[in-house]
Every structure is written in structure tokens, then in C-alpha cells.
């Protein structure tokens, strides 16, 4: 169904993810696109802004709002070769977190430093 | 130029579908291509053959069917948040074991890959979303 594309075109592709985790799908389904999108051999990069830098919270417990907690698919995105996690400093600030409330190793960035990844990349997909 | 577009938002709740029709429509009249029209999260439901909105105001997925035929507009529904919300193809009727289908003309489901390839291939690739 996934035909990988032969055509040999590397793009700088950057999943922008705006949204908390729970509450709505589009944390979870956009998970979903980086998963299946690494077996394109593309170049990957991941932005964790506003609410969206809950996602990385570790010790996430789903089990009292029945969904599922697809939160433990974040570490695992080092073997998809999905290395390169960028979280906003101020978003990150403004809600009390800091780089240890994180379950995996990211880079944190100023938002001027967001706006050159942002500005470098050729497929932005907004989640 | 070739344009890939994104559209993650369902018909009539949210204004996405319409600026991606209204931007798709502009982009054809001015002779650039759309590669494909990828359908995510509940963008799905604008694939939907059984809607029936009131006669003064536009239709959402018929409008989309129409462009697609007339332009030979690629417009995909992504299969896994297809099943999650019931869109249903008639391939997707008999492998799931459903007693009906209720896709829209010209519009076809399949795999996130389609995506992606839609992000390689087109020179500037556009999300309509929240």
C-alpha cells in the first residue's frame, strides 16, 4: 500500500505540533503521519510548540479518559531514524515546564531560533 | 506549480474545506497544477456521498467531486482516519465487513503515503486546518 518513492528526492520536512496531547486526535494522528513518513527516507524534524509541548510530559496516564496512550510512541521514534525534536523555550516556560519533564531528548529553542527551522523547511505539515 | 494540499478539518463545522476549495479553484484558473488533495483527521467526512445541506447553501463534497472531474483532481481520504470515523469505500465495505458504503464520486481512500508523496512531489505543499 506504502510504495516508497524511487525518485530519490530528499525534502526537509518539519511536523509542526501545536495541540495537547489529549483533548482532541490531532496529537495522536499526526504521530501517525511521522510514523508511516519515515519509510520515505526524507528528512525529519519535529517542532513541539504551545500546548504542544505537552505532548513530550512524561508519565502520561491515560487510563481514567479510556483513550489511548500513545505517548510511549515518542521515545521509540529514534529507531524510525526521527531524531531531530525541537521544542519552543517560551511555551515550554509560560507552562512550567523544563527540559526534565521531558521523556526524551530534545533541543530547545528561542523563538527566533524556531522561525530559522521553520523558514529552512520545504514541507510544513500543522497539526 | 504543482501544489499539494492538506485539508484536516471537516465540511460545514469549519471553514478549511472551503479555503481549500476556494484556493485549489484559484490555483487551476490560474493555470498551476493541484498535485493532490490529501484528506486528514475529520477532513475525511468531506468525502461523504450522503450529505444533503440545505438547497441555498453550497455542497461541501459535491463541490469537490465536481472540481475533481472536471480537473482531474486526485482527492484522497486517509484510510486509517477513514475507518476510525466511517467512511467507507466499497473495498473498504467488503474487507471490513460493512453493509454499506457511502464515498463520494471521485474521491478514494488510501494509505498515509500519499501524504507524504504529496509533500515530495509538489513545489509548495499548503495545510488548510484549526
Excluded at chain 1, 524534524?45 to 479518559?65: H, P, R
Excluded at chain 2, 485549489?24 to 461523504?48: L, M, S, W
Amino acid at each position: 500500500m506504502e510504495d516508497e518513492l524511487e525518485s530519490g528526492v530528499v525534502k526537509k520536512f518539519l511536523y509542526i505540533n501545536r495541540r495537547a496531547p489529549h483533548g482532541s486526535i490531532y496529537a495522536h494522528e499526526a504521530l501517525e503521519v511521522v510514523l508511516i513518513g519515515a519509510a520515505f527516507d526524507q528528512d525529519v524534524s519535529l517542532a513541539f510548540i504551545d500546548d504542544g509541548v505537552y505532548q513530550l510530559k512524561k508519565n502520561q496516564d491515560t487510563s481514567d479518559i479510556n483513550t489511548k496512550n500513545f505517548s510511549k510512541t515518542y521515545p521509540a521514534l529514534e529507531m524510525y531514524d526521527v531524531e531531530k525534536l525541537y521544542v519552543d523555550k517560551e511555551s515550554l516556560e509560560q507552562r512550567g515546564l523544563s527540559e526534565d519533564d521531558l521523556m526524551v531528548d530534545v533541543k530547545i529553542l528561542t523563538s527566533d531560533e524556531m522561525k530559522k527551522i521553520i523558514t529552512e523547511s520545504e514541507v510544513i505539515l500543522n497539526f | 506549480m504543482k501544489f499539494g494540499i492538506l485539508v484536516n478539518e471537516g465540511p460545514y463545522q469549519h471553514q478549511a474545506s472551503d479555503s481549500a476549495f476556494l484556493f485549489a479553484k484559484a490555483a487551476i484558473e490560474e493555470g498551476h497544477e493541484i498535485f493532490r488533495v490529501f484528506f486528514y483527521h475529520d477532513g475525511v467526512n468531506n468525502g461523504t456521498r450522503l450529505a444533503t445541506p440545505p438547497q441555498d447553501d453550497r455542497h461541501i463534497p459535491n463541490r469537490w467531486s465536481e472540481l475533481a472531474k472536471e480537473h482531474k483532481i486526485d482527492l484522497v481520504l486517509c484510510v486509517a482516519a477513514a475507518q476510525r470515523r466511517g467512511m467507507v469505500d466499497p473495498d473498504e465495505m467488503k474487507r471490513n465487513d460493512k453493509d454499506a458504503n457511502n464515498i463520494a464520486e471521485n474521491f478514494r481512500i488510501s494509505g498515509l503515503g500519499q501524504l507524504i508523496e504529496a509533500g515530495i512531489q509538489a513545489d509548495r505543499f499548503i495545510t488548510f486546518g484549526d
